[in-house]
């Protein structure tokens, strides 16, 4: 049973703002590669279309598009965006992982 995918609201505004200035694209892609020391790795894209084997769902009002095979590392997740210093980042919450590497950068489940 999926979940979903969610947006606080911080990176919905992240995210909207960023959509604006670019001036065209649906919403949010989230996927996953393998890679790092643990596993997968996040990756963060905007969504210029929609494809036959996407997921979509809606949070605060922004649309994140999800491929399928992603599905199973990524329901449930929540993405934020925080802002630390002069760093700003997307950072996930995601419910699958098991354990994260010492760098932050990739994940296992």
Not at 51 to 74: C, F, H, T, W
Request: charged residues 20%; hydrophobic residues 35%; negative net charge.
């Amino acid at each position: 049973m999926n979940t979903g995918i969610s947006l606080t609201p911080a990176a919905a505004e992240r995210v909207r703002n960023q959509l604006a200035g670019r001036g065209h694209g649906l919403g949010l892609r989230l996927g996953v590669k393998e890679t790092g020391c643990s596993g997968f790795s996040y990756v963060v894209n905007f969504a210029d279309n929609a494809q036959p084997e996407d997921a979509v769902y809606e949070s605060q009002g922004v649309r994140i598009y999800v491929d399928r095979a992603n599905l199973k590392l990524l329901d449930g997740t929540q993405v934020d965006f925080v802002r630390e210093g002069l760093n700003e980042a997307f950072q996930f919450d995601n419910p699958n992982v098991k354990a994260e590497c010492g760098c932050g950068e990739s994940f296992t489940v």
